[in-house]
């Protein structure tokens, strides 16, 4: 199973909280309360970096075939935590002759995505970085957009997504639907196993932090390898945002839905559906 790559912290220490306004956006300008990226374990260790791909590969996620043929329909596209770089690498070697970028702030998994030279690599968050209408195309996948913990990170993150668009960009990513309740299958039981290039066996391995109130979900994630002396621990929070929240959301920052499904399949969107996959343009 794929997770966000970051989450965010506030610092209050020299001022009260301003009123919500600012994704994955952002600093709040003019006082001295301001996000943080702080970036996962999982994904700010080389090592763990380099192993990403082998814990992850294509055909065992349902995403990346989906996202696929839009990125090929697109002239110019944007990928949003895109990591190592996987779909953006895939679209490349599939033929894609256009504007190809990959943002990400965890520089240990853009070193990995650096290994294709053709495509722009940008070490960021979108507090960082300002684009105008310069991307067909703008998707956030492996369930990164649960990293935006905040409702001003949301705000702020979803307003410079609709300003990197074309006027008739599509705006595509998942996050889990939380009828579904996937955060009760990530015990220490399911764990995940593979097999890296010098044939060592690494394991994987969660656990969520109960209980598990409101919408938000705190987990670590135990990586193990008998190259090691000792465990790596990742800890993690991911949001988990109702439809009608995520509806709420996308309108306030001036996007309109174009389409939602339930699965990888294209299926419809239900209260039993795992994800909610959402295609949104320029309201």
Wanted: glycine share 8%; proline share 5%.
């Amino acid at each position: 199973m794929c997770f966000g790559n970051c989450h965010r912290v506030r610092d209050r220490s020299s001022s009260p909280a301003p009123p919500p306004c600012s994704t994955e956006v952002f600093a709040v300008a003019g006082v001295a309360w301001y996000s943080v990226v702080v970036v996962d374990r999982a994904f700010s260790d080389a090592e763990l970096a380099g192993l990403y791909d082998v814990l992850h590969p294509w055909e065992r996620r349902g995403d990346f075939d989906f996202y696929l043929p839009l990125i090929m329909a697109s002239e110019t596209v944007l990928d949003v935590g895109c990591g190592t770089g996987a779909l953006l690498r895939g679209a490349r070697e599939a033929g894609h002759t256009g504007r190809l970028c990959g943002l990400d702030p965890a520089g240990a998994m853009l070193e990995v995505a650096k290994r294709r030279s053709d495509i722009e690599w940008v070490l960021g968050d979108l507090a960082s970085v300002r684009w105008d209408r310069q991307f067909d195309l703008v998707v956030m996948t492996g369930h990164a957009f649960q990293v935006l913990l905040e409702d001003d990170d949301l705000r702020a993150s979803l307003g410079a997504i609709r300003s990197a668009l074309t006027d008739d960009g599509r705006f595509v990513f998942e996050t889990r639907n939380p009828r579904a309740r996937a955060w009760e299958h990530w015990t220490p039981d399911h764990v995940v196993e593979a097999v890296d290039d010098e044939g060592v066996v690494i394991r994987m391995a969660h656990q969520v932090e109960t209980p598990v109130e409101g919408d938000v979900v705190r987990f670590s994630t135990t990586f193990t390898s008998p190259r090691w002396d000792r465990p790596r621990v990742s800890r993690s929070t991911l949001r988990f945002l109702d439809p009608d929240s995520l509806s709420s959301f996308l309108s306030a920052a001036g996007l309109a839905i174009v389409e939602q499904f339930g699965d990888w399949n294209g299926d419809p969107l239900t209260d039993a559906s795992p994800e909610i996959i959402t295609v949104a343009r320029r309201g």
